[in-house]
């Protein structure tokens, strides 16, 4: 698999894996990360535990609203399965608008699960 889709749009795979690197540089000193890499396999992308917090991030491109909101209910269901109140949806979108930005990120609940998106490049 390549960095790049046909579109020449970076893969979700380059942005978890920057991701991953950063908070390894970011929290490593105090929480443990443990990624599942991009395979596809219906799971939560990031682990975190933080001196017994723990926390989750699911990664995904951005295509769609449709498609946000389908990945809120997924990252939600997620949350639900490690029964946890809240998970971090980090985001990667193809554009740099403040404005598109701002309209795409925040909080919801979903089910009762506050589900944060958290917007990064694409």
Same mark, same amino acid.
């Given at each position: 698999?390549?960095?790049?889709?046909?579109?020449?749009?970076?893969?979700?795979?380059?942005?978890?894996?920057? =991701?991953?690197?950063?908070?390894?540089?970011?929290?490593?000193?105090?929480?443990?990360?443990?990624? !599942?890499?991009?395979?596809?396999?219906?799971?939560?992308?990031?682990?975190?535990?933080?001196?017994?917090?723990?926390?989750?991030?699911?990664?995904?491109?951005?295509?769609? =609203?449709?498609?946000?909101?389908?990945?809120?209910?997924?990252?939600?269901?997620?949350? !639900?399965?490690?029964?946890?109140?809240?998970?971090?949806?980090? #985001?990667?979108?193809?554009?740099?608008? !403040?404005?598109? #930005?701002?309209? =795409?990120?925040? !909080?919801?609940?979903?089910?009762?699960?506050?589900?944060?998106?958290?917007?990064?490049?694409?």
């Amino acid at each position: 698999m390549g960095i790049r889709r046909t579109d020449l749009r970076l893969t979700q795979a380059v942005g978890h894996f920057h =991701l991953y690197f950063w908070l390894k540089q970011a929290v490593e000193d105090f929480c443990i990360i443990s990624p !599942e890499f991009p395979t596809g396999n219906g799971r939560v992308d990031l682990h975190l535990d933080c001196s017994g917090k723990r926390g989750v991030i699911e990664v995904k491109s951005f295509r769609s =609203l449709p498609n946000l909101e389908k990945a809120k209910i997924q990252a939600a269901g997620y949350a !639900e399965m490690l029964d946890l109140p809240a998970i971090t949806l980090a #985001l990667f979108v193809p554009v740099d608008d !403040e404005t598109v #930005l701002a309209q =795409l990120s925040g !909080e919801s609940f979903v089910d009762g699960v506050r589900v944060a998106v958290a917007i990064g490049w694409g």
